[in-house]
């Protein structure tokens, strides 16, 4: 069983930056993709950025291509998402997500554990 903690979500001003993380444990780190989702208000959950458990593969939705950046530290169990040139529609909760299967997934449905969530708002 693998638990998910995600943190550093908060208020920041359209253009500015943010990194969340998220801190893994109960199982081993190495061996999962790690995905970003997020959710907005009303919206379903969405497909954000995926690192496989290397690190040297990740891909990203065409919403945050060239803007966010997913990274991971194995020696630290944590995956991080640097979110630069931030929008008013990133605002959305942030969920990051293992999945054991070693390829690219970006359905929710397809991943095995999911943290809590961290709120990122982005103001006007």
């Known amino acids: 069983q693998v638990q998910l903690v995600e943190s550093g979500g908060g208020l920041v001003q359209a253009g500015g930056s943010l990194r969340v993380s998220c801190a893994a444990s109960?199982?081993?780190?190495?061996?999962?993709?790690m995905g970003w989702f997020r959710q907005a208000p009303g919206k379903e959950r969405e497909f954000v950025a995926i690192?496989?458990?290397?690190?040297?593969?990740?891909y990203y939705a065409d919403s945050v291509k060239g803007r966010f950046t997913i990274s991971r530290d194995n020696a630290k169990n944590t995956v991080y998402l640097q979110m630069n040139s931030l929008k008013l529609e990133d605002t959305a909760v942030y969920y990051c997500?293992?999945?054991?299967?070693?390829?690219?997934?970006?359905?929710?449905?397809?991943?095995?554990?999911w943290g809590q969530g961290t709120q990122v708002t982005v103001s006007s």
């Open positions: 690192i496989m458990s290397s690190g040297r593969i990740t």
């Open positions: 997500a293992a999945d054991r299967a070693r390829v690219v997934q970006t359905t929710p449905r397809a991943y095995d554990y």
């Open positions: 109960g199982g081993t780190f190495s061996t999962y993709s």
